[in-house]
Nanobody, 117 residues
Framework: QVQLVESGGGLVLSGGSLRLSCTFSGGIFGFYAMGWYRQAPGKQREFVVTVTSAGRTQYADSVEGRFTISRDNRKATVYLQMNSLKPEDTAVYYC???????????WGQGTQVTVSS
């Protein structure tokens, strides 16, 4: 059973940076695309970015140019480098393992990111 564990959230000032990590276990990492989603208070969970096993990426317009996803297949870990953070980036960030076809196979427990103005 695939399990995901996120780390790296925290409190940062507007304009600052954070790096999130998500460690994968319980399956074959290379079989999955990986993604980050976020959920702000009172809002639905929304797509942030995905990366395929081959390294192709897709970003939400709201984070394009500020966030960078990467994956280390040897360490079965995916990272989200977040720069130029804005208060509207405040949310719980969730890591996801995505099957071929787009279904999410597993979610992480979430990590809180708070951007203060």
């Amino acid at each position: 059973q695939v399990q995901l564990v996120e780390s790296g959230g925290g409190l940062v000032l507007s304009g600052g940076s954070l790096r999130l990590s998500c460690t994968f276990s319980g399956g074959i990492f290379g079989f999955y695309a990986m993604g980050w989603y976020r959920q702000a208070p009172g809002k639905q969970r929304e797509f942030v970015v995905t990366v395929t096993s081959a390294g192709r990426t897709q970003y939400a317009d709201s984070v394009e140019g500020r966030f960078t996803i990467s994956r280390d297949n040897r360490k079965a870990t995916v990272y989200l480098q977040m720069n130029s953070l804005k208060p509207e980036d405040t949310a719980v960030y969730y890591c996801a393992a995505i099957q071929t076809g787009g279904a999410v196979a597993a979610w992480g427990q979430g990590t809180q990111v708070t951007v203060s103005s």
